[in-house]
């Protein structure tokens, strides 16, 4: 049996940073990456420290076009809703969001959802989580029904997510539309961890197997190299 960490608790996490990439056109109108990780302070009474005029500060000028809102895990964050309301506010950004689907909060400012999808099998999911699915599935149909633009990603990993559990999740996904983008991702070993990576090949097996049930499909094996159906991205 895998041994796994802890999880991280929520408030491990709004007490670390928010990771946030914006990505603009400014200066010589290329397309330009800002990485930064805002702090996350409390009082003393253990009440969350506003932080967006620090964010306000640090983008002040710059020609914002997409903000791609990530981490631990973006949708746990109880400061998400005011961060995505003051970037289209302030900047028009277009807003994405990178999520495992554990949790649903409020997207009113959000323009576009890449859902991981990390299993199809509850077995699987669990052993790679430590939970159940049930919920995940429930909330990429409840995201899909909004009417938001929605991809799913999967990671494809070597004796957990194989390329028949790839293509379980493509027949899932295409029950609630063959048109959601779906996109496979090579696994790269981590260390403290059994699996290897996963080959070239094995992607693309798992992005044909994947092609029966859905319209555009797209893989990224290891050596960064895209095969199949262009993804729907925001740059």
Request: glycine residues 6%; charged residues 30%; neutral net charge.
């Amino acid at each position: 049996m895998l041994k796994r960490k802890k999880y991280q608790t929520l408030i491990d996490y709004v007490e670390g940073t928010v990771p946030i990439k914006f990505i603009g056109s400014w200066a010589s109108q290329s397309k330009r990456i800002l990485q930064f990780d805002v702090d996350i302070k409390y009082d003393s009474k253990g009440r969350l420290v506003e932080f967006l005029e620090e964010v306000k500060e640090r983008l002040k000028g710059l020609d914002i076009k997409y903000v791609i809102l990530v981490g631990t895990e973006p949708s746990i964050d109880p400061s998400l809703p005011k961060v995505t309301r003051m970037l289209k506010e302030y900047f028009g950004a277009y807003n994405m969001l990178l999520t495992n689907g554990v949790k649903l909060t409020d997207m009113t400012d959000v323009d576009e959802v890449m859902f991981s999808l990390k299993a199809l099998d509850e077995d699987i999911y669990r052993t790679y989580t430590g939970r159940s699915n049930r919920k995940v599935l429930e909330n990429l149909k409840k995201i899909y029904d909004t009417g938001m633009k929605l991809q799913v990603e999967t990671v494809l990993i070597p004796g957990l997510i194989d390329e028949y559990e790839v293509e379980r999740i493509a027949h899932f996904i295409a029950g609630i539309d063959p048109e959601i983008p779906y996109r496979i991702d090579a696994y790269f070993k981590v260390p403290d961890c059994p699996w290897e990576d996963a080959g070239n090949e094995e992607v693309e097996r798992a992005a044909s197997l994947a092609r029966k049930h859905l319209k555009h499909v797209s893989c990224l094996t290891l050596d960064m190299k895209r095969l199949g159906d262009k993804a729907l991205r925001i740059v």
